[in-house]
Structure formats: structure tokens, C-alpha cells
């Protein structure tokens, strides 16, 4: 099952966090900071649960676009399904999931951003009919 993240899955979201980006040393999810995502109308913190276990993750934003007539974006980030029950379609029940909401929210496209190094990742999206490469993503940490 796939549901919006509530504060009790703080830890296992932190777990799956430290498990897709391993060398942040940074990593912390609050409890109230995934309350704060539940009550913004434009981000959503998906958990997939399978059972009692939630064994994966991924956060999408819709943006607002003055581009597109009224039409927004999603960007989705931080997509992972823990290791050891990956490639079982999970990953792509989740991606399909934030689609729909895209479609639901009228968007006009759906970014999605991936580590440079994590080429199985770039071939499951790529079979999931993402293009990587129409775009180059950069970014700055302040």
C-alpha cells in the first residue's frame, strides 16, 4: 500500500534515506518536519508499505508554473525501495503512483532527479519512459 508519510515513520524513512545516500552525514528526519509536508497541499512524502514494514520512499513536489496557461510540474526526488526487495516492481507501482497524482493536479511534466552515479537507477527510469537526456539537472547546496 502506498500512503502519505505520517510523523511515525520518521525513523524507517530516515533508515531509507541513510541507505540511497549513504555518505550523507547529514541526514535527519523529523517527526513534525514530515507533519509540516502532510499539511502542505503541494508536496507529498509517499511511504510504500508492504505489510507492517514500509520498504521504500519518494517525495514529490508540484510546483506552480507561469509557463503552461495554469498547468504545474512535479518534481519527485528521493526514490527508493529498500535493497533487498528491489527489482519486484515496487519501484515502479510507486513511480506509477506519483504519475497519477500528477495527472490528478493537471501537471505538465514530472522531473525526476537521480544521482549521477546510480546507473541501474537511470535504466529502471528510463524503462519507466523517463528521458535522461532532454535535461541536465545542477544544483548548489547552500
Known sequence: MIR?????????IE???TELL???LNTKVLA????EVRNNPNSFLFVYE???QVIGTAHLHICLDALVENRPFGV???VIITEHVQSKGYGSEL???IEHVCEQKNCVKLFLTSGSSRNEAHHFYTKLG?????SKAFKKYL
Do not use: Q, T
Open 4 to 12: 502519505e508519510a505520517e510523523a511515525r515513520d520518521a525513523a524507517v
Open 15 to 17: 533508515r531509507l534515506y
Open 22 to 24: 549513504p555518505n550523507n
Open 32 to 35: 513534525e518536519r514530515i507533519e
Open 50 to 52: 508492504l505489510g507492517d
Open 76 to 78: 519527485v526526488e528521493r
Open 95 to 97: 513511480m506509477k503512483h
Open 130 to 134: 523517463y528521458n535522461g537526456e532532454s
